[in-house]
């Protein structure tokens, strides 16, 4: 029987999430999300970074504080298929914020549409998505 990777090894072999491994490497998440778990990661592609003019500067910062933060916005404590997002409204990040999900029309996740869910690991689940999560702000209180 062949051993499953971990979420780490998947997204190695996967081939198109070169930035988000590096990043988690420069931030040490990866230690905890290669030991630990089960954890569900929505994991932008390579392509999905390239847009984020500000991970530049998030990725050269001398703290890597700010990029962990936004890198703990992608990872959500257990093992979340699809079928199981679908019954949730939201869902809590490592990094304390929820994430609102939308089976309306596909899945999604805060505006980041899941393009290929389900992808299993050692310890946990992989969820592709076509946008990097960013932190939300208060917008109520500032048009109250």
Do not use: W, Y
């Amino acid at each position: 029987m062949k051993e499953k990777l971990s979420i780490i090894g998947v997204a190695n072999k996967e081939g198109n999430f070169e930035t988000l491994t590096k990043a988690l490497s420069a931030t040490g998440l990866d230690n905890i999300i290669r030991e630990q778990g089960p954890f569900t990661i929505f994991a932008p592609t390579d392509e999905a970074f390239k847009n984020l003019s500000a991970f530049d500067d998030l990725s050269k910062s001398e703290s890597n504080q700010r990029l962990k933060e936004l890198l703990a916005l992608h990872l959500v404590q257990g093992k979340l298929m699809s079928k199981d997002l679908t019954k949730q409204d939201t869902v809590k990040t490592l990094a304390g914020q929820n994430l609102e999900i939308d089976a309306k029309d596909g899945l999604k996740i805060n505006q980041a549409k899941i393009e290929k869910p389900d992808i299993e690991a050692s310890n946990g689940v992989i969820h592709v998505i076509d946008n990097v999560l960013m932190p939300q702000t208060n917008l109520q209180t500032a048009s109250a």
